[in-house]
């Protein structure tokens, strides 16, 4: 199915991260900053999926994208972003816009746009507006591919040995065995990594060994060619076996090709290094949610403070959720909370040698200790992450959130 496209009309600091957020999912993003462009790439017959419109701070701008999205027999859906107060007015007032379009209110997340957009594009393709058969654009509703788009969840913290492998390896296991779900880990981290051995899966055929051959002319392979299952049933790949000579993984192919796995997973976790590396930062670009974990000790404490900050610039705030590790070392979490200045998602006591104990063995905690209670940490955790951002539940949420729309205003 061909990509969709859609149209930002947002002012440029929203234009940016949305866009980003849309491309990192997948989307052909065309931003616009006047009416007459959308005017000339319609006229030259674009296919545009979606339109994102500002409603507020330049009404008659987007009255005049509004009608060209309508004109000539055209039914684009628009998705408007308007202030509280507006989406009040504007819900009161609903013969202005046709059933395809809808409202969200400012301040919101990148990612909780798109998820709108995901759901605005799934009813445009399957719910009977009442004008006649459903719309199908661009053949038959691709359920299996929504329904198996992974959530990328990476593990990353600039400080080393804080549990950023433990709690990724950890979690994909508990969200595969415990939870049902279909997930990749990737080992990402090229130094420190050393995920594929600890859970036992030997000589397993790393991106690096792929690439390379690709490029003296053998065949190409994706993620999940490479990926080995592990005896839970998840699968696992890492980038590469020796921290040497890994210049082939160059940063955007890599995340691309990650990215390009999310459809047949429901999620994929990503282990990285820690540091701001190219090939990271890269990742973090197409990453739904960074799981930053922090060890109760002030090293630990700088460099999750320091992630807060670099954050901004780097695109990344509103996607980073502390997970505080080794929890019960005698440090209230909610000095930690104020220290980092994040709240923390999900707590991991420290289970002693256990870990050590299983990765002896090539196994996780999580399957060879299930009943410690190390392993429901990972439990609610898992949960946390199941929990609203599950891409199924948020579409319902939203399209629940749609037919409600007159008697409650969707909050964004
Ligand atoms: N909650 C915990 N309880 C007990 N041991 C733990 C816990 N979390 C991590 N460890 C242990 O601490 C060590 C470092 O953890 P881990 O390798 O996951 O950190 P990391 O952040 O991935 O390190 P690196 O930055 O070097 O990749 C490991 O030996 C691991 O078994
Ligand atoms: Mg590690």
């Not at 462009?37 to 994102?52: G, I, M, N, T, W």
């Not at 509280?84 to 007032?93: D, F, G, Q, S, V």
């Not at 003296?216 to 049933?233: K, M, R, W």
Request: net charge negative; glycine share 8%.
């Amino acid at each position: 199915m061909a990509r969709h496209a859609v149209v930002i009309a947002l002012p440029p600091g929203e234009a940016g991260p949305v866009g980003a957020q849309l491309s990192g999912a997948g989307y052909e993003t065309i931003n616009v900053t006047a009416p007459d462009q959308l005017e000339a790439l319609l006229a030259d017959r674009r296919h545009v999926s979606v339109a994102v419109l500002d409603g507020e701070s330049d009404l008659d701008a987007s009255l005049e994208y509004y009608s060209l999205l309508h004109d000539e027999g055209r039914s684009i859906p628009a998705l408007m972003v308007v202030s509280p107060r507006a989406l009040e007015r504007l819900t009161a007032n609903p013969t202005r816009t046709s059933i395809n379009d809808e409202y969200f209110a400012r301040p919101y997340s990148a990612e909780s746009l798109r998820w709108r957009i995901e759901a605005m594009l799934i009813r445009s393709q399957t719910v009977d507006d009442g004008s006649g058969s459903p719309i199908l654009e661009g053949g038959p509703f691709d359920s299996q591919g929504w329904s198996s788009r992974a959530q990328m969840i990476v593990v990353f913290s600039p400080k080393g040995g804080v549990g950023k492998t433990t709690i990724a390896t950890n979690l994909a296991e508990t969200l595969q065995l415990r939870r049902g779900q279909n997930v990749l880990l990737v080992d990402a981290d090229t130094v420190t990594g050393h995920v594929t051995t600890s859970l036992g899966v030997e000589h397993a055929r790393t991106v690096c060994d792929s690439w390379r051959d690709q490029a003296e002319g053998g065949p190409l392979e994706t993620i999940v060619d490479l990926a080995s299952q592990h005896t839970s049933g998840m699968r696992v790949v890492s980038l590469a076996s020796s921290p040497l000579h890994t210049e082939i993984l160059e940063p955007t192919r890599v995340a691309d090709a990650i990215a390009a796995a999310r459809r047949g997973f429901d999620f994929i976790v990503v282990d990285v290094h820690p540091s701001y590396s190219a090939l990271n930062q890269a990742i973090f670009d197409r990453a739904d949610r960074i799981l930053v974990p922090v060890t109760p000790d002030v090293p630990a404490l700088r460099a999750a403070v320091q992630l807060r900050d670099v954050s901004v610039e780097l695109g990344i705030r509103e996607r980073l959720a502390m997970v505080v590790n080794r929890a019960n070392s005698g440090v209230s979490v909610a000095d930690m909370e104020r220290t980092v200045g994040m709240p923390a998602m999900a707590l991991i006591r420290s289970g002693g040698l256990l870990f050590v104990r299983a990765a002896n063995e090539g196994r996780t905690v999580i399957e060879r200790f299930p009943r410690e209670k190390v392993s429901e940490d990972f439990d609610t955790l898992a949960e946390c992450v199941l929990g609203p951002t599950r891409p199924e539940a948020q579409a319902k949420a939203s399209l629940r959130g749609l037919f409600n729309r007159a008697k409650e205003p969707v909050r964004a």
